[in-house]
């Protein structure tokens, strides 16, 4: 059965840490793996990622995929209140989208 | 730009009670789906549709209609509501085809079925 698994579920952590968010994954017909973020309501997107090794960066958060070993990391520097969310891993298959549960990052000033 | 748009915000049921959950897109995009929401599950892919006529089954499709007669909109119909079915709905929607699998979401509608 495919799936999509996240780790750690929670984190808690204070201002000014790194943190790494993993994602593995076990999907047929994968297309892309990405990276949303979710404050309150709807999920915005962080990051797509298609090719091994290539590390996408956006400020203090980066990512980078494994295909060969089926998983993905999140990055995120220095971190910030405004960081604190429940980051969400997704795989694209041909025509739908599996998710993970989550990772529910709590940065504390 | 209003991207998607959802409606209701929030919802009450009573069990066996009907109702359309609405959505719609002005971004000219073939691709949209219906997702529910729970604590500690992820998004969960309900019905999604590649175009107009189109529409398939998800990963949790039962007690659940969609049709969609135009590209703009994606209607999801509770027949019969259950209290299983109290979760957070998502519609989301993306261009069909090239390579961007990005999804834009809607701001979500919070059903509660009493």
């Known amino acids: 059965e495919d799936k999509v698994v996240q780790s750690p579920l929670s984190l808690v952590v204070h201002e000014g840490d790194t943190v790494t968010l993993n994602c593995s994954y076990e999907?047929?017909?994968?297309?892309?793996l990405l990276w949303y973020k979710q404050e309150k309501k709807a999920p915005t997107f962080l990051f797509m990622l298609?090719?091994?090794?290539i590390e996408k960066k956006s400020g203090r958060l980066s990512s980078i995929l494994d295909k060969k070993e089926l998983f993905s990391i999140l990055n995120i520097t220095a971190t910030q209140t405004g960081d604190s969310a429940v980051y969400l891993c997704a795989v694209a298959r041909n025509n739908d989208m599996r998710f993970g549960a989550g990772t529910r990052l709590t940065v504390k000033p | 730009n209003a991207g998607v748009t959802q409606t209701p915000k929030f919802q009450v049921l009573k069990t066996g009670q009907s109702m359309t959950l609405q959505c719609a897109q002005d971004m000219n995009h073939e691709y949209m789906s219906w997702y529910r929401q729970d604590p500690g599950m992820g998004l969960r892919l309900i019905h999604y549709?590649?175009?107009?006529?189109?529409?398939d089954q998800g990963e949790v499709p039962n007690g659940y209609n969609v049709s969609r007669s135009t590209t703009e909109d994606f209607p999801l119909r509770l027949l019969s509501a259950a209290p299983s079915q109290t979760s957070v709905y998502f519609c989301?929607?993306?261009?069909?085809?090239?390579?961007?699998?990005?999804?834009?979401f809607g701001s979500g509608t919070q059903l509660s079925v009493l």
């Open positions: 298609t090719s091994s090794g």
């Open positions: 989301a929607s993306r261009a069909q085809g090239g390579l961007s699998e990005k999804l834009f």
């Open positions: 999907v047929t017909n994968f297309r892309s």
């Open positions: 549709s590649v175009g107009a006529g189109i529409t």
